[in-house]
């Protein structure tokens, strides 16, 4: 089917395996199978597949069998390899515009657009993964603007977008996440020790925003402010910024407005003060 896939599975190939405690169930690796198909947008041969996921071919053939019957996935009579369903496709789509919080959140942050003329997004936090992904970009109408890819993994230890869902997260999802995950270091401005990261998460919680200038991605400045359900912080609401327009003489306002939209998506999705 594609012509482009080699390049996107050369880079796959070379991140390797995903070791995985979960996923040895049929079900569990199933979804893996579906997931790496997903995630590259290529299609696969079953040994080619089985040694990128570190599984046994006569695994990766089984649960290709039982996604195939369901739709999710197709054989490609031509070459064999398979690839995602059309059915998978459909379900899809109707997930994504039947989400309730991205329903609730687009006319917020095209207002919220529309006032600041920047880029805005609406980033989820994933608590078993403890990454980030960007659910929701509405971009700036300005020639040069600084945007996100949607669905993508991110880290939440660099950059506004990660650090306002960090620095809410309870103390011990905290740990958990600065534990397992570390500081890598992304650019030249990412946080560098557990001691400047405490002082700026006590920082940002007591003015309930965040902002970064080039901790993540060099020349892109953000400002966001998290978003809450009835229980717990489950994201945040960012506005990303070429760090030449970095607001520095308007910031106060500029957060206080990053902050109602995400205090308006907050009460929305049930959160209670």
């Known amino acids: 089917m594609t012509t482009t896939g080699p390049a996107r599975r050369a880079r796959a190939a070379q991140r390797g395996p995903e ?14 199978v579906l997931r790496c198909l997903v995630e590259t947008g290529d299609d696969w041969g079953v040994r080619e597949l089985a040694g990128h996921l570190g599984m046994p071919p006569s695994a990766v053939h089984r649960a290709l069998g039982v996604l195939e019957e369901e739709g999710a996935v197709r054989r490609d009579p031509a070459t064999g390899r398979y690839l995602l369903g059309f059915d998978f496709l459909r379900l ?3 997930a994504t515009d039947s989400f309730p919080l991205w329903k ?7 207002e919220l657009v529309g006032r600041q003329d920047e880029t805005a997004l609406m980033n989820i ?15 700036s109408t300005q ?21 306002a869902i960090l620095a809410f997260l309870c103390e011990s999802d905290r740990e ?10 992304l650019t030249e401005r990412t946080v560098p020790d557990r001691e400047t990261l405490d002082r700026a998460l006590e920082r940002i919680r007591a003015d309930g925003y965040a902002v970064s200038r080039g901790q993540r991605v060099r020349g892109a ?9 009835r229980h717990r912080v489950i994201g945040d609401i960012a506005l990303t910024i070429p760090d030449f327009r970095y607001p520095e003489d308007d910031l106060e306002r500029v957060a206080a407005d ?14 209670n003060g």
Not at 23 to 32: C, E, K, L
Request: include cysteine.
């Open 92 to 94: 899809a789509r109707v």
């Open 19 to 32: 070791p995985r405690e979960r996923g040895q169930s049929p079900v569990g690796r199933a979804f893996q």
């Open 221 to 229: 400045a953000a400002i966001a402010a998290p978003i809450f359900d």
């Open 104 to 110: 609730t959140a687009r006319p917020m942050l095209q």
């Open 176 to 185: 958990r996440v600065l534990d397992q995950r570390g500081l890598p270091a």
């Open 143 to 163: 020639p040069i603007r600084y945007t996100e890819q949607l669905h993508k993994w991110l880290p939440v230890h660099a950059g506004a977008t990660g650090l």
């Open 258 to 271: 990053v902050i109602r939209c995400a205090r308006a998506v907050s009460k929305a999705h049930g959160a």
């Open 125 to 139: 936090y994933d608590y078993q993964r403890m990454e980030l992904f960007v659910a929701a970009c509405v971009e």
